[in-house]
């Protein structure tokens, strides 16, 4: 059950940065996909973690996130 909701989460999360990143600046959707990859990961799918980690343009952003070498102001998850 707990993984569902994980993974729920996860993809609710990357929806939302998806929309965000129309109309907001990539801090924002960062700070989502990061969360949805922390979800991601909690929900136990290395492969999406993966994914969203090796992007050319954000796989960076959101790694170095995860690691915890950003700044907080904007941690979703």
Not at 62 to 71: D, F, M, Q, Y
Request: no cysteine; charged share 15%; aromatic share 8%.
């Amino acid at each position: 059950m707990s993984s569902a909701v994980n993974r729920f989460e996860a993809w609710t999360l990357l929806a939302l940065g998806l929309a965000a990143g129309i109309v907001l600046p990539h801090p924002v959707t960062t700070a989502l996909w990061t969360a949805a990859a922390r979800a991601f990961d909690r929900a136990g799918d290395a492969g999406m973690v993966t994914r969203l980690t090796s992007g050319t343009k954000f796989g960076s952003r959101i790694r170095a996130a995860l690691l915890g070498n950003t700044s907080p102001h904007l941690r979703f998850a």
